[in-house]
């Protein structure tokens, strides 16, 4: 996008180039080649559907039956969990420039319904003048360097600092992998679109890998929710919680049986293992 300045000329905001990881050579000699490939895996695990929402980015405006295109988003929230779930909180840490751009004019177009024929094709164009915040956010993950990146956003933007800052941050952890697989996803295609309250009237679906999934480090097959005899439901977290806290890796609830009976039986008579839940498959 290009911004008309004063005068006619035509400004566009000079392109940022991101300096290189820094100190990852260094830094990233703190762990061995197997845990860097764990948080890297786990950074690039996808968030949990319930933590996406939709941002529309071409609407076709029909009044009630407009449709538009979008793409899935995620809060920034779900890229600090993340990074404190991976890394710990004291494991990783952010910092911000922010800056303004000198104040330039641009014309925004809208197109309104033509109320002799219905059709929307009245198109009404107003100049602006306006400037532009821009955020550059470093993320440092200890042991594996820094990334920086620029989130931008109009000055008449409502949240305009935030929404810099939140798309900065967004984009460094995603030089890292972290939320990277929301550029794989395919495009939503054309859906049924709220004018005004500015949402999907349908909820576009996520692709199936795009959901995450969890390994079982034994078999290396998906973790999935377990109910235990007693009629119990266990959640992934807490089937993966348990065998952490019992085996010392994430299993999936057959794992989990196998592991306890061979650590029964080492156990033997002295009867000191752990017993098995009784899991259900
Ligand atoms: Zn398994």
Not at 133 to 154: F, K, Y
Not at 227 to 250: C, M, N, P, Y
Not at 253 to 268: D, I, P, T, Y
Request: with cysteine.
């Amino acid at each position: 996008m290009s911004a008309t300045v004063n005068g006619g000329a035509t400004q566009a905001l000079p392109p940022f180039v991101p300096p290189p990881a820094a100190n990852a050579e260094a830094t990233a000699k703190k762990f061995t080649p197997a845990k860097l490939r764990e948080i890297d895996r786990k950074l690039r695990q996808p968030f949990p559907p319930e933590l996406i929402s939709w941002k529309p980015q071409v609407v076709s405006y029909k009044g009630e039956n407009s449709t538009a295109m979008g793409a899935a988003y995620a809060d920034n929230r779900a890229y600090t969990d993340r990074l404190n779930q991976v890394v710990g909180s004291d494991g990783w840490s952010q910092s911000v420039v922010l800056s303004t751009s000198s104040t330039y004019e641009k014309e925004v177009k809208k197109k309104e319904k033509n109320p002799e024929t219905g059709t929307w094709d009245i198109e009404t164009s107003k100049i602006l003048r306006t400037a532009r915040i821009s955020a550059v956010v470093t993320v440092t993950i200890n042991g594996l360097g820094s990334h920086s990146n620029v989130g931008e956003s109009d000055i008449a933007d409502e949240n305009a600092t935030t929404s810099a800052y939140a798309q900065g941050f967004k984009r460094a952890c995603t030089e890292f992998g972290l939320g990277r697989y929301l550029y794989d996803l395919p495009a939503t295609g054309w859906l049924p679109y709220d004018t005004k309250s500015k949402k999907f009237k349908t909820e576009p679906q996520l692709p199936d890998w795009a959901i995450p999934r969890e390994e079982c480090m034994d078999c290396k097959g998906t973790i999935s929710a377990v109910t235990t005899k007693d009629g119990t439901a266990h959640s992934v977290e807490q089937v993966i919680a348990r065998s952490t806290e019992v085996h010392g890796r994430q299993l999936c609830g057959k794992c989990h049986l196998v592991a306890s009976k061979k650590m029964q039986e080492r156990a033997g008579k002295a009867n000191i293992g752990v017993p098995a839940p009784g899991v259900a498959a």
